[in-house]
């Protein structure tokens, strides 16, 4: 592993663990508000305004989940090796996708027909654009010059 991804490894493990604290703190902030109003289902369902308590709470709430989200993200970024890659790697069965650039083949291995325009184009079915042109194959050469005077 190059030494920038582990640096970057132990870094990142580090904002995990800083962005849990920070949920704490906002827990606790939570935790210290007062209770739901008892209109509360009329003011989430838009009927009564909003009050500063249900929009702190809210706002707390959401913070909270999005925060413990992105710490568990970190985390298993953190500790992530190469071995555990491979073995959550999943090769996939799937044929390639067709590549509009260069008219490859696609997953029922027909390629693109040439347009009828004569330009050497191909057309891509799938969304229209064209390909560029094939090479054609090599011409013959000229004859030689050099026993000409």
């Given at each position: 592993m190059h030494p920038?991804t ?6 990142v ?5 800083s ?18 109003p008892?209109?509360?289902?009329r003011i989430l369902?838009?009927?009564?305004p909003?009050k500063?308590?249900?929009e702190?709470?809210?706002a707390?709430e959401i913070?909270?989940k999005d925060?413990r ?5 970190l985390?298993?970024?953190a500790r ?7 073995r ?5 069965t799937d ?10 083949e696609?997953a ?6 040439s ?5 050497g184009?191909e057309s891509n ?10 090479r054609?194959a090599?011409?013959?050469r000229?004859?030689?010059?050099r026993?000409?005077a």
């Amino acid at each position: 592993m190059h030494p920038a991804t582990r640096e970057a490894q132990i870094t990142v493990g580090v904002i995990a663990r800083s962005l849990r604290a920070y949920v704490n703190l906002l827990e606790g902030v939570h935790a210290a508000l007062p209770p739901e109003p008892k209109n509360i289902e009329r003011i989430l369902e838009g009927y009564l305004p909003y009050k500063v308590s249900v929009e702190v709470r809210a706002a707390l709430e959401i913070s909270c989940k999005d925060l413990r989200d992105a710490a568990d993200r970190l985390e298993r970024a953190a500790r992530m090796t190469r071995r555990e890659l491979r073995r959550e790697f999943t090769p996939r069965t799937d044929a390639p996708p067709r590549d509009p650039i260069h008219g490859l083949e696609d997953a029922g291995g027909e390629e693109s027909s040439s347009s009828s325009d004569g330009s050497g184009s191909e057309s891509n079915a799938a969304d229209g654009t064209l390909a560029p042109p094939r090479r054609r194959a090599r011409q013959r050469r000229r004859p030689s010059r050099r026993g000409q005077a």
